[in-house]
């Protein structure tokens, strides 16, 4: 009995792999690719900092980076975001802006600065 229920499905696999490929190719169309973040001028406009030998950050932020959560050190080069004043390594948060439009920290979305500028902390 147990051979014959087991030939049977066999046959109804067979018979429906056919049907199968005997149908039509189905297309589906390709994705579309969004781009969701800031453009390179608006995250260009935020301020850069690097950091001196003390290691301070500027604003309300602690001794890692939110992001990637590794210590800032000395001569590192920080960007903060210029409403909230969250600051992230450089390559971190451009990184993070190219995606997203908000901080990572406290999801405002930030304007641009009116210019670039890098300025450095000394100790």
Do not use: Q
Not at 34 to 51: F, N, P, Q, R, W
Not at 79 to 104: G, K, M, Q, S, V
Not at 108 to 122: H, Q, Y
């Amino acid at each position: 009995m147990a051979c014959c229920v087991c030939y049977k499905d066999r046959l109804t696999n067979i018979r429906n792999n056919a049907i199968a490929r005997s149908a039509p190719a189905t297309i589906l169309p390709s994705p579309e690719i969004v781009t969701t973040g800031l453009d390179e001028s608006t995250i260009e406009s935020y301020e850069k900092v690097v950091l001196g030998e003390s290691r301070r950050v500027p604003g309300p932020n602690n001794g890692c980076c939110w992001i990637c959560l590794s210590e800032y050190n000395s001569k590192e080069t920080i960007r903060c975001i210029p409403e909230c004043e969250h600051c992230f390594h450089a390559d971190c948060i451009d990184e993070w802006l190219r995606i997203n439009t908000t901080c990572p920290v406290c999801r405002n979305s930030p304007s641009p600065s009116p210019s670039p500028r890098v300025t450095s902390i000394n100790p």
